[in-house]
Structure formats: structure tokens, C-alpha cells
């Protein structure tokens, strides 16, 4: 069974059977939904707490809540027996905890729980638009846009002596984003999205190789965000692709994913055996010792992004 196969069937014969009429509309909401993703917590200052319902709640989401209604008129809406379950937990957690805040805290507690249902709206759109392979397109190709738009902004703040978004941490990148674990959440998310489920949806060779470079360019943004375990996760991640397409060892294209493994690795390993010459040395240093000494934080993290990693994406 090809890679190509196995995609497809776990896809779909995991969702809703019933498949969705891929209207321009809808396309071109999905598409506008994966394009400006990266606004999510759109910051020009530095960083700070998000209270107000107006922080918490952006475009974005108000476009993901406004395809969900489009959806369920058109289409219906297919839930899992998981998000019911989420959703009905979520809720026992919200009332009590909106119960046991004060008047002056009740405002921040209401405006925290709206936004925990409205993240629960990308599962919910995730898990319905995989019924449809055009509309899967539709966000795939919004991503790649939201991608290369955003690492324009990132390539230029890694490299320029002044940042166009500034960072407390001098050497360090949050793009659009409020802070730098924002920025490598996405892309480690987006990477995993693009990498394992974008290019088998297209046939176009020239669109598979941008998807691949979008999702490279995503990888990116988890070094430019300087998260450690997460960079330590994409090590382990690119040697289990690697060792997954053995297969086929003698096509070009194995030996260029090799060629650029091999490239990535001896930066990861130079900055780690020196890490008095760069700044992602030092990070990268200081995480490893940090995980020797048997802190359980750093270990956990890295778990939790090696099982992202398998997930692929958070889209459901």
C-alpha cells in the first residue's frame, strides 16, 4: 500500500461518511482560515497577559466560527463521541470555576472559558472538513500562503540587526505572534500538516515542491522560536522520516532529504558542541543539561511535541 493509500484511508474512513459539497464559498472561507492563522494573538509590542474578550477572540476565530454555521446549514455538522465528551467536561470546568471567582475576576474567567470553547471550534472544523478532499485543499493551500507570508517576517527578525516585532529575549523570534512558544507551536503544527498530509492531496509536481518547502520553512520557525525540546523533537522526527522511506533509497529525492537531514543535524550538532558560538547553541546546551539533571519539565515537553509530531496537525 502506497503512502499515498494509507493517507487517504486513515483519513477518510475515520471521518464522517457523508462527504461535503465543496461550494466556492467555503473554499474560499477555509482558504482565508489557514491565511491568516498566524494573526491568532497578533502582538506589535511586546508581549503581554490577553483578558479581554476582544484579545481573546480574533478574526480568525470568528472566521473558523462563521464557516462552522455555513457548514451546519449547508451540510450538517458531525461530532465525535470525543469532542461530546470534551465539550461536556469543559463545561463542568467552566461553571465551577466562573462559581468560585471573584466579582473583580469573574470578567477574565468568562472571557478564558470562551476562548477554551472557540479552540475546541478548530477541532470541530478540522474533523468535518476531512469529509471533503477538495475543501481539505482549500485550507492546505491557505496554510502554505499563511506559511510563506509569515516567514518572510521571521527570516527577516533571525537575521536583521533590528526586528520588525521585537522579543524580550535578544536572538529570539515570535513573528505575529504574542510570544515565541506561539511561534513554534504553529510551526511545528503546520510542518507536521504540510509535510505529512499536503503534498499527497495534490498531483502537480511544482505544488508538491512548495508544499514541501512551506513546510521546511515551518520547521524554521521552531528554531527561529528558539524552543529546545521542540528542535530536539524535529531531530528525532527527521530520522524516523528517513528511516520510514529506506524504500526508496535509490530515488534523487531520498538522497536530497538526506543531503538536507544531514545538513540540519550537524548545525543542531555544532551548536550544541559550541555553544559559547551562537545563541541556539547556548539554548540548545543548557536544555540538555537541564534534561540530565532529571527535571521532568523538559522531558515532558518533548514528549508532548514527539506525539504532535504524530498527530500531524490540530485540524481534528
Same mark, same amino acid.
Given at each position: 500500500m502506497s503512502y499515498k493509500d494509507l493517507v487517504s484511508r486513515n483519513l477518510y474512513q475515520r471521518a464522517p461518511a457523508a462527504t461535503l459539497a465543496p461550494s466556492v464559498l467555503k473554499q474560499a472561507l477555509l482558504?482565508?482560515?489557514?491565511?491568516?492563522?498566524?494573526l491568532i494573538s497578533f502582538r506589535t509590542g511586546l508581549a503581554?497577559?490577553?483578558?479581554?474578550?476582544?484579545?481573546?477572540?480574533?478574526?480568525?476565530?470568528?472566521?473558523?466560527?462563521?464557516?462552522?454555521?455555513?457548514?451546519?446549514?449547508?451540510?450538517?455538522?458531525r461530532l465525535h463521541l470525543s469532542v461530546v465528551l470534551y465539550a461536556g467536561a469543559l463545561i463542568v470546568a467552566m461553571t465551577i470555576s466562573m462559581l468560585?471567582?471573584?466579582?473583580?475576576?469573574?470578567?477574565?474567567?468568562?472571557?478564558?472559558?470562551?476562548?477554551?470553547?472557540?479552540v475546541l471550534c478548530y477541532w470541530v472544523l478540522g474533523y468535518n472538513v476531512s469529509r471533503s478532499a477538495t475543501l481539505t485543499r482549500a485550507l492546505l493551500a491557505g496554510v502554505?500562503?499563511?506559511?510563506?507570508?509569515?516567514?518572510?517576517?521571521?527570516?527577516?527578525d533571525y537575521f536583521a540587526a533590528s526586528q520588525w516585532? $521585537?522579543?524580550?529575549?535578544?536572538? =529570539?523570534?515570535?513573528?505575529?505572534? &504574542?510570544?515565541?512558544?506561539? !511561534?513554534? #507551536?504553529?510551526?511545528?503544527?503546520?510542518?507536521?500538516?504540510?509535510?505529512?498530509l499536503g503534498w499527497p492531496m495534490f498531483q502537480k509536481r511544482w505544488v508538491r515542491g512548495l508544499i514541501v518547502g512551506a513546510g521546511v520553512l515551518a520547521m524554521f520557525?521552531?528554531?527561529?522560536?528558539?524552543?529546545?525540546?521542540?528542535?530536539?523533537?524535529?531531530?528525532?522526527?527527521?530520522?524516523? $522520516?528517513?528511516?520510514?522511506?529506506? =524504500?526508496?533509497?535509490?530515488?534523487? &529525492?531520498?538522497?536530497?532529504? !538526506?543531503? #538536507?537531514?544531514?545538513?540540519?543535524?550537524?548545525?543542531?550538532?555544532?551548536?550544541?558542541?559550541?555553544?559559547?558560538?551562537?545563541?541556539?547553541?547556548?539554548?540548545?546546551?543548557?536544555a540538555v543539561a537541564v534534561i540530565?539533571?532529571?527535571?521532568?519539565?523538559?522531558?515532558?515537553?518533548?514528549?508532548?511535541r514527539c506525539s504532535m509530531s504524530a498527530r500531524g496537525s490540530p485540524w481534528g
Open positions: 482558504f482565508g482560515v489557514g491565511v491568516i492563522l498566524p503581554r497577559a490577553m483578558a479581554s474578550f476582544s484579545e481573546r477572540v480574533t478574526p480568525v476565530d470568528m472566521l473558523v466560527i462563521a464557516t462552522i454555521l455555513i457548514l451546519f446549514v449547508a451540510d450538517g455538522i468560585w471567582a471573584s466579582p473583580a475576576r469573574f470578567p477574565n474567567a468568562l472571557t478564558a472559558s470562551i476562548a477554551l470553547l472557540v502554505v500562503v499563511g506559511v510563506l507570508w509569515e516567514a518572510v517576517i521571521v527570516v527577516h516585532f $521585537i522579543d524580550p529575549m535578544s536572538g =529570539r523570534v515570535r513573528g505575529t505572534f &504574542r510570544a515565541s512558544g506561539q !511561534l513554534g #507551536a504553529y510551526g511545528f503544527s503546520s510542518a507536521g500538516l504540510l509535510l505529512a520557525f521552531v528554531i527561529a522560536a528558539s524552543r529546545r525540546t521542540g528542535i530536539l523533537a524535529l531531530c528525532a522526527w527527521v530520522v524516523l $522520516i528517513l528511516l520510514l522511506g529506506l =524504500r526508496r533509497f535509490r530515488s534523487p &529525492r531520498y538522497w536530497a532529504v !538526506l543531503a #538536507a537531514a544531514l545538513v540540519f543535524v550537524a548545525v543542531i550538532v555544532y551548536s550544541v558542541a559550541s555553544p559559547e558560538a551562537t545563541f541556539l547553541g547556548s539554548r540548545l546546551s543548557s540530565g539533571t532529571g527535571d521532568r519539565t523538559p522531558k515532558c515537553s518533548f514528549s508532548l
